[in-house]
């Protein structure tokens, strides 16, 4: 601790205000990590944790205003590509290069798990350091796929062995049969989970996000390099398996809770916590601090994560770095251009994000971003709490991808959700949404100067 | 002449402070957004800042989402200030009787006045939610299905049900006060000339109330029209675009898309639009005054 004290002591007494988004990390940071590091350095941090569109809103207005109230500001992953070409994020290369007396010598970037290089410009600098990342994986009940009852119900109907999903016919098949199962058990439970409530961007982004891209669609169905969404004009939006993957996703709702169309992600969370589904595909965030948590949840130590179902192209275009399975998701602190505390904010983000504290961190909220906790002998235990999450985390981690680069992702996730409603909420079909979606699509690309 | 001309600049010195109060965040405000509203301008775009002079507000009233959530808006205000307005007026009447229980009555009634709007939609978020709600435990034993999250029409009846629920009390207990203030001669009259309960309400008590009934309408349309945080915390606008109404669109274009000059145009119109609608109203309530004096 004296490195932190002597580098901290020509910012004593400095208040630094940062904001967070309310993620289990993000409290853990709030409550923990930041209460220590104000006893350690004498830097006082006035850490706010605000809702995702709240969060966006606040950070947004401090730097488009230049008022400079931000200190350091979480940016998820898929916005730093908007806000690095905007220009609002401090360069921490640059930052680290000119300032080593505040640059923690154990500092270690080459530690941090790929996710890092998620942060990172065309030039190689490094505009955030991730203290959150997580994959979102397929989630089953162990309890139910062993029950020997159920093994031989789902053989006697299928003509095979009950198992966890490998495919989306299989994912299908298993949702299926658990609802039944539930009906004919009397007992509350489905065999699918989504975060399918309309008029939130969280339904939109599970299906850009999660399930196209397990399907073969990647990019948001977006061509990159032209910039446009229709099959027109190269985009895959619109396209007929686009098509097809909306409409599974709508004709799947039926197995899942009566209420999934009020889910965003963290319901779609707790859906599994209270014992309500067989299977689902969650942010594995919520593993330490909710699913696994026997106090929070009635499925705790019941639960084994592994890879979401995929269709065999998408899983061999993953393998081969062509294409990914799902999102690599998570978070990092960032500093603001405007901030006027950036050096005492460094060395905030340096001791959030440190080797030492990564593995209590992992513990308390299942996230991971250095490759030293992740062979750290502790993380035997938390992977058999966590249902083996983190073997799996090191297994398929390198077919998962951080977003799609795509700097005007907050104007256009608006439309996805706005199409993608409708199509839940059944004001119109799937391929009309899509068809609608992909033109709305083209229209603001050119708008926007694309 | 001096004295007055002193006088004068004193008098607009004394003022200056407040002057520039208001300006500040009165005019200022305003004349931005307008600026704003003949501007092409996302925050995220890459061609900046783009003259458009009215061609936001042309798009405007040829744009069906936000003609769509205008209307959806129209059709809230109406059922809701429709439903409303008798209803409080029924409880107002109830409560100027003498009953056991009454102060206790008015202050249940009262409650949901003390509520933030958010709190009020949250709420209704936990009574209205399948398999945790009371609401669709109730229906389900009547063989009705309730999810608003699936139902458009449901959904949009329980956005009314929730404003009827949080403001009725509040027209209640301003049509009580117009009723403590009738004066008793006309109604003593009423009765010495043999007119029944109904006779006395229609020709005597009503005309008296016009007045609060012109102000209470003027209030709830304005305040109805202008709903967002409830429904927000309730629907978020849902299912689908069901009960997208108008401010959710606003506050969605300006940001959750960061198009500041489009949503500037969508404020400014609205301004304008409960300009003119309290200027209808207003008149309304003069000519309703001036017949009352």
Same mark, same amino acid.
Request: hydrophobic share 45%; with cysteine; glycine share 6%.
């Given at each position: 601790?004296e490195?932190?004290e002597?580098?901290?002591?020509?910012?004593?007494g400095?208040?630094?205000?940062?904001?967070?988004?309310?993620?289990?990390?993000s409290?853990?940071?709030?409550? $923990?990590?930041a209460?220590e590091?104000?006893?350690?350095t004498?830097?006082?941090?006035?850490?706010?944790v605000?809702p995702?569109?709240?969060?966006y809103?606040?950070f947004?207005?401090?730097?488009t205003? /230049?008022?400079g109230?931000?200190?350091?500001?979480y940016?998820?992953?898929?916005?730093?590509y908007?806000?690095?070409?905007?220009?609002?994020?401090?360069?921490?290369?640059?930052?680290?290069?000119? /300032?080593?007396?505040?640059?923690?010598?154990d500092?270690?970037?080459?530690?941090?798990?790929?996710?890092?290089?998620?942060?990172?410009d @065309?030039?190689?600098?490094?505009?955030?350091?991730p203290?959150?990342?997580?994959?979102?994986?397929?989630?089953?009940?162990?309890?139910? =796929? /062993?029950?020997?009852?159920?093994?031989?119900?789902f053989?006697?109907?299928?003509?095979?062995?009950?198992?966890?999903a490998d495919?989306?016919e299989e994912?299908?098949?298993?949702?299926k049969?658990?609802?039944e199962?539930g009906?004919?058990?009397?007992?509350?439970?489905?065999?699918h989970?989504?975060?399918?409530?309309?008029?939130?961007?969280?339904?939109?982004?599970?299906?850009?996000?999660?399930?196209?891209?397990?399907?073969? $669609?990647?990019?948001?169905g977006?061509?990159l390099?032209k910039?446009r969404?229709?099959?027109?004009?190269g985009?895959?939006?619109?396209?007929?398996?686009?098509?097809?993957?909306?409409?599974?996703?709508?004709?799947?709702l039926?197995?899942?809770?009566?209420?999934?169309?009020?889910?965003?992600w963290?319901?779609?969370?707790?859906?599994? +916590?209270?014992?309500?589904?067989a299977?689902?595909?969650?942010?594995?965030e919520?593993?330490?601090p909710?699913?696994?948590?026997?106090?929070k949840?009635?499925?705790?130590?019941?639960v084994?994560v592994?890879?979401?179902?995929?269709?065999?192209e998408a899983l061999a275009?993953?393998?081969?770095?062509?294409?990914?399975?799902?999102?690599?998701?998570?978070?990092?602190?960032?500093?603001?251009?405007?901030?006027?505390n950036?050096?005492?904010a460094?060395l905030?983000?340096q001791?959030?994000?440190?080797?030492g504290?990564?593995?209590?961190?992992t513990?308390?909220?299942?996230?991971?971003?250095?490759? @030293?906790?992740?062979?750290?002998?502790?993380?035997?235990?938390?992977d058999?709490a966590?249902?083996?999450?983190?073997t799996?985390?090191?297994?398929y981690?390198?077919?998962?991808?951080g977003?799609?680069?795509?700097?005007?992702?907050?104007v *256009?996730?608006d $439309?996805?959700?706005?199409?993608?409603s409708?199509a839940?909420?059944?004001e119109?079909?799937?391929?009309?949404?899509?068809?609608?979606?992909?033109?709305?699509?083209?229209?603001?690309?050119?708008?926007?100067?694309? | 002449?001096?004295?007055?001309?002193?006088k004068? *600049?004193?008098?607009?010195?004394?003022?200056?402070? +407040?002057?520039?109060?208001?300006?500040? *965040?009165g005019?200022?405000?305003f004349?931005?957004?307008?600026?704003?509203?003949?501007?092409?301008?996302?925050?995220?775009s890459?061609?900046?800042?783009?003259f458009?002079g009215?061609?936001?507000?042309?798009?405007?009233i040829?744009? +069906?989402?936000f003609?769509?959530?205008?209307?959806?808006?129209?059709?809230?205000?109406?059922?809701?200030c429709?439903?409303?307005?008798?209803?409080?007026?029924a409880?107002a009447?109830l409560?100027?009787q003498?009953?056991?229980?009454?102060?206790?009555?008015r202050?249940?009634?009262?409650?949901?006045?003390?509520?933030?709007?958010?709190? *009020?939609?949250?709420?209704?978020v936990?009574?209205t939610?399948?398999?945790?709600?009371p609401?669709?435990?109730?229906?389900?034993?009547?063989?009705?299905?309730? /999810?608003?999250?699936e139902s458009s029409v449901?959904?949009?009846?329980?956005?009314v049900?929730m404003?009827?629920?949080?403001?009725?009390? =509040?027209?209640?207990?301003?049509?009580?006060?117009?009723?403590?203030?009738?004066?008793?001669e006309?109604?003593?009259?009423?009765?010495?000339?043999?007119?029944?309960?109904?006779?006395?309400f229609r020709?005597?008590t009503?005309p008296?109330?016009?007045?609060?009934?012109?102000?209470?309408?003027?209030?709830?349309i304005?305040?109805?029209f202008?709903?967002?945080?409830? $429904?927000w915390?309730l629907?978020?606008?849902?299912?689908g675009? +069901?009960?997208?109404?108008?401010?959710?669109s606003?506050v969605r274009t300006?940001l959750?898309?960061?198009?500041?000059?489009?949503?500037?145009?969508m404020?400014?119109?609205?301004?304008?639009?409960t300009?003119?609608?309290?200027t209808?109203?207003?008149?309304?309530?003069s000519?309703?005054?001036?017949?009352?004096?």
């Open positions: 601790m490195w932190w002597k580098a901290a002591e020509p910012y004593r400095v208040t630094l205000k940062v904001i967070g988004q309310s993620t289990a990390p409290i853990v940071l709030r409550d $923990i990590a209460p590091f104000e006893k350690v004498g830097i006082k941090v006035d850490f706010e605000q995702w569109e709240v969060e809103e606040k947004i207005r401090d730097v205003g /230049n008022t109230i931000y200190d350091a500001a940016i998820e992953q898929d916005a730093i908007a806000f690095m070409q905007q220009k609002w994020l401090t360069d921490l290369t640059e930052l680290m290069e000119k /300032n080593p007396q505040i640059t923690d010598p500092l270690d970037v080459n530690d941090f798990t790929k996710f890092i290089e998620y942060f990172k @065309s030039n190689g600098h490094i505009f955030g350091f203290f959150e990342a997580f994959l979102k994986m397929y989630i089953y009940r162990t309890d139910l =796929f /062993n029950d020997p009852e159920a093994k031989e119900a053989k006697a109907e299928y003509g095979k062995d009950l198992k966890p495919t989306w994912y299908e098949q298993n949702a049969f658990f609802t199962w009906k004919k058990k009397g007992i509350e439970l489905y065999g989970t989504a975060q399918a409530k309309t008029g939130y961007p969280a339904v939109a982004y599970e299906i850009v996000e999660s399930i196209w891209p397990a399907m073969g $669609i990647y990019n948001w977006i061509n390099e910039w969404a229709t099959v027109e004009n985009g895959q939006v619109n396209s007929d398996k686009a098509k097809a993957a909306l409409r599974w996703y709508v004709d799947m039926k197995y899942a809770p009566p209420d999934v169309k009020t889910y965003t963290d319901e779609e969370s707790s859906s599994v +916590a209270a014992g309500k589904v299977q689902g595909l969650v942010y594995c919520n593993l330490a909710l699913i696994c948590n026997p106090e949840s009635k499925v705790a130590g019941k084994a592994t890879k979401p179902p995929t269709t065999p275009d993953a393998k081969a770095g062509k294409g990914y399975i799902g999102y690599y998701d998570g978070a990092s602190y960032s500093i603001p251009y405007c901030s006027k950036k050096e005492a460094w905030f983000i001791w959030v994000t440190r080797k504290w990564d593995l209590e961190y513990r308390l909220a299942s996230r991971v971003v250095r490759k @030293s906790t992740l062979e750290s002998p502790e993380i035997k235990d938390m058999i966590q249902g083996g999450y983190f799996a985390f090191k297994e981690e390198s077919l998962f991808s977003a799609a680069p795509l700097p005007m992702h907050l *256009i996730i $439309i996805y959700m706005n199409w993608i409708k839940v909420a059944g119109a079909t799937p391929e009309e949404a899509l068809d609608g979606l992909a033109k709305e699509i083209d229209e603001a690309m050119v708008k926007l100067g694309y | 002449m001096k004295t007055s001309f002193r004068q *600049i004193s008098g607009w010195g004394f003022l200056s402070p +407040a002057l520039a109060v208001i300006g500040f *965040i005019i200022f405000p004349v931005y957004v307008v600026w704003l509203s003949l501007y092409e301008y996302n925050v995220f890459l061609k900046g800042w783009i458009t009215l061609g936001n507000y042309l798009k405007l040829l744009d +069906a989402r003609l769509d959530s205008l209307y959806k808006s129209i059709l809230f205000v109406g059922v809701t429709g439903i409303q307005i008798p209803l409080g007026l409880f009447i409560l100027s003498q009953f056991v229980g009454r102060g206790v009555f202050t249940i009634l009262a409650l949901p006045l003390s509520m933030a709007p958010v709190a *009020i939609g949250s709420m209704w936990l009574i939610r399948p398999a945790v709600g609401i669709s435990y109730w229906l389900s034993t009547f063989g009705i299905t309730y /999810n608003i999250s449901q959904a949009f009846l329980t956005t049900i404003d009827v629920w949080h403001w009725t009390p =509040f027209v209640t207990l301003t049509f009580l006060a117009g009723l403590t203030s009738i004066p008793p006309p109604l003593e009259a009423a009765r010495v000339d043999g007119a029944n309960a109904w006779k006395t020709y005597v009503f008296l109330l016009k007045p609060i009934f012109a102000t209470i309408l003027f209030i709830r304005m305040d109805t202008r709903i967002y945080d409830e $429904i915390a629907t978020s606008g849902g299912p675009t +069901a009960t997208r109404y108008v401010n959710i606003l300006t959750a898309q960061s198009d500041y000059g489009y949503g500037a145009t404020s400014v119109f609205l301004l304008y639009l300009v003119a609608l309290c209808v109203l207003l008149k309304l309530i000519k309703v005054r001036k017949e009352y004096e």
